[in-house]
Protein backbone atom coordinates (compact mmCIF):
# COMPACT_ATOMS: atom_id res chain seq x y z
CA UNK A 1 0.00 0.00 0.00
CA UNK A 2 1.47 3.39 -0.81
CA UNK A 3 0.96 6.41 1.07
CA UNK A 4 -1.74 8.02 -0.97
CA UNK A 5 -3.71 4.79 0.55
CA UNK A 6 -3.76 5.39 3.70
CA UNK A 7 -7.38 5.92 5.21
CA UNK A 8 -8.58 8.96 7.00
CA UNK A 9 -8.23 10.05 10.89
CA UNK A 10 -10.68 12.73 11.56
CA UNK A 11 -13.02 9.47 13.44
CA UNK A 12 -12.90 5.92 13.98
CA UNK A 13 -13.07 3.66 10.98
CA UNK A 14 -15.10 0.82 11.13
CA UNK A 15 -17.27 -1.95 9.22
CA UNK A 16 -14.95 -2.87 5.85
CA UNK A 17 -16.66 -4.49 3.19
CA UNK A 18 -14.36 -5.77 0.23
CA UNK A 19 -16.25 -5.68 -3.03
CA UNK A 20 -17.23 -9.46 -5.06
CA UNK A 21 -14.77 -8.29 -6.96
CA UNK A 22 -11.89 -7.46 -5.04
CA UNK A 23 -11.38 -4.53 -7.00
CA UNK A 24 -12.44 -1.98 -3.67
CA UNK A 25 -13.06 -1.48 -0.14
CA UNK A 26 -15.52 0.50 1.55
CA UNK A 27 -15.39 1.33 5.19
CA UNK A 28 -17.73 4.09 7.39
CA UNK A 29 -15.92 6.91 9.63
CA UNK A 30 -17.69 7.92 12.67
CA UNK A 31 -16.34 11.64 13.77
CA UNK A 32 -15.27 11.89 17.37
CA UNK A 33 -17.03 14.93 18.07
CA UNK A 34 -20.13 13.85 16.45
CA UNK A 35 -22.07 10.46 16.69
CA UNK A 36 -24.65 11.65 14.83
CA UNK A 37 -22.72 11.54 11.71
CA UNK A 38 -21.34 9.59 9.53
CA UNK A 39 -19.53 8.73 6.51
CA UNK A 40 -18.98 6.22 4.03
CA UNK A 41 -15.36 5.95 2.27
CA UNK A 42 -14.31 3.77 -0.65
CA UNK A 43 -10.98 2.69 -1.65
CA UNK A 44 -9.13 0.34 -4.41
CA UNK A 45 -7.59 -1.99 -2.79
CA UNK A 46 -4.75 -1.62 -5.38
CA UNK A 47 -3.88 1.48 -4.25
CA UNK A 48 -5.28 5.22 -4.37
CA UNK A 49 -6.41 7.90 -2.17
CA UNK A 50 -9.69 6.98 -0.65
CA UNK A 51 -12.96 8.47 -1.31
CA UNK A 52 -15.87 9.94 0.77
CA UNK A 53 -18.66 8.52 -0.78
CA UNK A 54 -21.67 9.32 1.86
CA UNK A 55 -21.78 11.71 4.33
CA UNK A 56 -25.32 11.42 6.44
CA UNK A 57 -26.66 11.92 10.26
CA UNK A 58 -27.20 8.28 11.16
CA UNK A 59 -27.26 7.08 14.54
CA UNK A 60 -25.81 3.66 13.93
CA UNK A 61 -23.40 2.82 10.88
CA UNK A 62 -24.17 2.14 7.33
CA UNK A 63 -24.56 -1.36 5.55
CA UNK A 64 -23.44 -1.44 1.83
CA UNK A 65 -25.59 -3.91 -0.67
CA UNK A 66 -23.19 -6.67 -2.24
CA UNK A 67 -23.27 -5.69 -5.12
CA UNK A 68 -22.38 -2.21 -3.67
CA UNK A 69 -24.87 -0.60 -6.14
CA UNK A 70 -26.59 0.81 -2.42
CA UNK A 71 -26.32 2.09 0.73
CA UNK A 72 -28.33 1.58 4.19
CA UNK A 73 -28.46 4.22 6.97
CA UNK A 74 -30.73 3.66 9.79
CA UNK A 75 -32.37 6.95 10.78
CA UNK A 76 -34.55 8.77 13.57
CA UNK A 77 -36.62 11.52 13.41
CA UNK A 78 -38.60 12.60 16.54
CA UNK A 79 -38.88 9.18 17.58
CA UNK A 80 -39.68 8.02 14.11
CA UNK A 81 -37.22 5.04 12.50
CA UNK A 82 -36.63 5.04 8.97
CA UNK A 83 -34.17 3.29 6.60
CA UNK A 84 -32.87 4.82 4.00
CA UNK A 85 -31.17 3.75 0.71
CA UNK A 86 -28.87 5.38 -1.12
CA UNK A 87 -27.91 5.22 -4.50
CA UNK A 88 -23.76 4.86 -4.40
CA UNK A 89 -23.33 5.49 -7.96
CA UNK A 90 -25.33 9.33 -7.84
CA UNK A 91 -25.19 9.75 -3.88
CA UNK A 92 -28.90 10.06 -4.19
CA UNK A 93 -31.26 8.71 -1.58
CA UNK A 94 -33.44 6.50 -4.05
CA UNK A 95 -35.80 5.02 -1.20
CA UNK A 96 -36.89 5.80 2.81
CA UNK A 97 -38.66 3.03 4.30
CA UNK A 98 -40.78 2.56 7.58
CA UNK A 99 -37.72 0.50 10.14
CA UNK A 100 -40.20 -1.73 12.28
CA UNK A 101 -38.10 -1.20 15.52
CA UNK A 102 -39.93 -3.66 17.78
CA UNK A 103 -36.67 -5.54 18.27
CA UNK A 104 -34.04 -2.67 18.26
CA UNK A 105 -32.35 -4.93 20.77
CA UNK A 106 -31.52 -7.67 18.06
CA UNK A 107 -29.69 -6.97 14.73
CA UNK A 108 -29.69 -4.02 12.51
CA UNK A 109 -31.33 -4.71 9.00
CA UNK A 110 -28.98 -5.90 6.41
CA UNK A 111 -29.09 -5.95 2.34
CA UNK A 112 -31.67 -9.37 0.86
CA UNK A 113 -27.81 -10.60 -0.99
CA UNK A 114 -29.48 -9.59 -4.98
CA UNK A 115 -29.94 -6.26 -3.24
CA UNK A 116 -33.90 -5.82 -3.84
CA UNK A 117 -34.97 -5.87 -0.48
CA UNK A 118 -33.81 -5.36 3.56
CA UNK A 119 -34.24 -7.95 6.19
CA UNK A 120 -34.60 -7.31 10.01
CA UNK A 121 -35.44 -8.95 13.19
CA UNK A 122 -38.90 -8.05 14.32
CA UNK A 123 -40.64 -8.74 17.21
CA UNK A 124 -44.59 -9.33 17.32
CA UNK A 125 -47.22 -11.62 19.55
CA UNK A 126 -44.54 -13.05 22.15
CA UNK A 127 -41.77 -14.24 18.88
CA UNK A 128 -39.16 -13.05 16.93
CA UNK A 129 -38.87 -13.70 13.45
CA UNK A 130 -36.63 -12.09 10.16
CA UNK A 131 -38.93 -9.87 8.63
CA UNK A 132 -38.01 -9.43 4.24
CA UNK A 133 -38.85 -5.49 2.96
CA UNK A 134 -38.50 -4.83 -0.34
CA UNK A 135 -36.65 -1.92 -1.09
CA UNK A 136 -39.82 -1.14 -4.58
CA UNK A 137 -42.11 -1.04 -1.48
CA UNK A 138 -44.28 -3.94 -2.39
CA UNK A 139 -45.95 -5.85 1.03
CA UNK A 140 -43.21 -6.91 3.72
CA UNK A 141 -43.32 -10.53 4.83
CA UNK A 142 -41.90 -13.15 7.04
CA UNK A 143 -38.90 -15.04 5.97
CA UNK A 144 -38.19 -17.33 8.89
CA UNK A 145 -41.75 -18.81 11.38
CA UNK A 146 -41.55 -17.22 14.64
CA UNK A 147 -39.68 -18.42 17.32
CA UNK A 148 -39.30 -17.63 21.17
CA UNK A 149 -35.49 -17.23 20.62
CA UNK A 150 -33.94 -13.96 19.02
CA UNK A 151 -32.16 -13.48 16.07
CA UNK A 152 -29.10 -11.86 17.23
CA UNK A 153 -26.54 -11.80 13.80
CA UNK A 154 -26.78 -12.76 10.78
CA UNK A 155 -24.60 -13.81 7.15
CA UNK A 156 -25.27 -15.12 3.41
CA UNK A 157 -23.48 -17.69 2.17
CA UNK A 158 -20.71 -16.50 -0.86
CA UNK A 159 -23.33 -17.83 -3.53
CA UNK A 160 -26.25 -16.32 -1.51
CA UNK A 161 -28.41 -19.07 -1.66
CA UNK A 162 -28.07 -19.85 2.37
CA UNK A 163 -28.22 -18.23 5.46
CA UNK A 164 -27.04 -18.67 8.72
CA UNK A 165 -28.53 -16.89 11.64
CA UNK A 166 -27.43 -16.42 15.07
CA UNK A 167 -30.37 -17.27 17.82
CA UNK A 168 -30.14 -15.91 21.34
CA UNK A 169 -31.37 -18.99 23.46
CA UNK A 170 -33.39 -18.03 26.45
CA UNK A 171 -34.92 -20.61 29.14
CA UNK A 172 -35.88 -20.49 32.63
CA UNK A 173 -34.94 -23.24 34.21
CA UNK A 174 -34.29 -21.41 37.38
CA UNK A 175 -37.55 -21.92 40.45
CA UNK A 176 -38.01 -19.87 43.37
CA UNK A 177 -39.65 -21.98 45.91
CA UNK A 178 -40.28 -20.10 48.91
CA UNK A 179 -41.29 -21.18 52.77
CA UNK A 180 -44.00 -19.03 53.80
CA UNK A 181 -43.39 -20.31 57.11
CA UNK A 182 -39.96 -19.40 57.58
CA UNK A 183 -39.65 -16.80 54.63
CA UNK A 184 -37.03 -18.11 53.32
CA UNK A 185 -36.17 -18.43 49.37
CA UNK A 186 -34.78 -22.07 49.02
Given at each position: ??????????????????????????????????????????????????RQELDL????????????????????????????????????????????????????????????????????????ALQYEP????????MTAPTH??????????????????????????????????????
Amino acid sequence: MDSSSVIPTTGIARAPFCTLDSQKVYFSIRPKSNVQRISLWSMPLAGGPPRQELDLASFNGLMVSRDTKYALAFMNANLAYFLQIWDLSTHQMVKQLPWNVSNLQGMFPTFFPDGKAVVGTIFSQGSFALQYEPIDGSPTHLMTAPTHDAQTSLAWSPSGSKLGVLQLRASSDVVLITDLANKQAH
